[in-house]
């Protein structure tokens, strides 16, 4: 536990801490910390609403198998894994320039590198460039 938290949580602790606090800037304390638990009731209650209705829908779907003559059971050899997403390979370079002596590649998507931004404005295309072959 932090030390902030150690302080918070214990009330001896808590009282020296804030000893020098005027009774004024002890009330905002209070009305903030009455607005941060406000708040975290109203998110509790959001989440056990959402726990019931998902609760209920799973209570739903349950009968609806059962009615159907079917169990849990049956669908083990139904259900089908999630196959994790393939990561796709990196695109392939389309534009390059030699900046002394190093050459630097862009695939022409994202944000566009700035010493291609700086030879376009001194007037030069993209078309430029274009690495051989790719289009």
Do not use: C
Not at 28 to 37: G, N, P, S, T
């Amino acid at each position: 536990m932090s030390d902030f938290l150690n302080i918070l949580t214990h009330g001896r602790r808590f009282k020296a801490a804030v000893k020098e606090l005027a009774l004024t800037d002890l009330r905002d304390l209070a009305v903030k910390l009455e607005k941060i638990i406000t708040e975290r009731e109203a998110e509790e209650k959001a989440e056990s609403a959402a726990n019931a209705e998902r609760n209920a829908k799973i209570a739903e779907i349950l009968a609806q198998i059962e009615n159907n003559g079917l169990s849990i059971n049956d669908l083990g050899d139904v259900a089908v894994a999630k196959t994790p997403a393939k990561k796709r390979a990196p695109r392939p370079a389309k534009y390059q320039i030699t900046v002394d002596g190093e050459q630097i590649q862009w695939t022409g998507q994202g944000r566009m590198p700035t010493v291609f931004k700086t030879q376009l404005e001194k007037g030069k295309k993209m078309e430029d460039f274009l690495i051989p072959g790719m289009e």
